[in-house]
């Protein structure tokens, strides 16, 4: 996977959502945001998501559309259950998918990351699919944009938000990101590649 100068994925179905604006100016893309999503909760394969992306949700479809429709909110990927990627904003522009937010000190996450919602609802175990698209997004992402850390969305707003949950297997989709940078093809990929991932945070706080 690649992803162009027009911070468009190769190979992703652009569904375009007006939930987006610019960047601060001068801001650098180095945060990967995890997050996932359902619509109806806990039922996939519908068209809700994308609904509620391009703010088409019908409240009236669902009890739980009602408590959701007009919400401006947006990712710029959404990894479906069989591993379908679709992109919503490019990557270049700012997509509301964060809220309040903070990480490293830094608040506004919008500002400076990349959201990727999986399909999912952090009880049921995420699909090998949903793994191995996430890991090529991750790694065309690094290749294109400075990215240094990946966190999840309930590391960003704590206490507010869960998401990607306990069912993320966060060591496994380290482990599919490290095989990857093991196995450099060019001295240039590997210079590429060599992007520092780091480790998840540590849910409790130690002290600094
Ligand atoms: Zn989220």
New binding site residues.
């Given amino acids: 996977m690649r992803i162009g100068k027009d911070g468009l994925a190769e190979g992703a179905r652009f569904v375009s959502s007006p939930n987006r604006d610019e960047r601060p100016a001068g801001s650098t893309v180095d945060l990967l ?1 995890i ?3 359902s619509l109806p909760p806990g039922e996939f394969g519908g068209d809700g998501i994308v609904e509620l992306f391009t703010n088409r949700l019908d409240p009236t479809a669902h009890p739980y559309y009602a408590t959701i429709a007009g919400a401006k909110v947006s990712a710029h990927f959404l990894v479906r259950r069989d591993g379908e990627l679709i992109q919503f904003v490019p990557c270049a522009k700012r997509a509301w ?2 809220g309040e937010s903070i990480w490293k000190g830094r608040v506004r996450c919008n500002d400076f990351s990349i ?1 990727v ?1 999986l399909e999912g609802t952090g009880e049921v175990p995420y699909t090998d699919a949903q793994y191995a698209r996430l890991a090529a997004l991750a790694r065309a992402l690094a290749a294109r944009y400075p990215i240094t850390d990946i966190a999840g ?1 309930s590391d960003i ?1 704590p206490g507010r ?1 869960t ?1 990607p949950g306990a069912s993320f297997d966060w060591p496994r989709f380290r482990r599919l990101l490290d095989i990857r940078r093991r196995r450099p093809k060019k001295n240039s990929d590997r210079k590429r590649r060599n992007v520092k991932l780091p480790r998840r945070p540590a849910r409790k706080k130690k002290k600094r």
């Fill in positions: 945001v997050h996932h999503i998918h964060a959201g919602e969305h707003a938000k998401d």
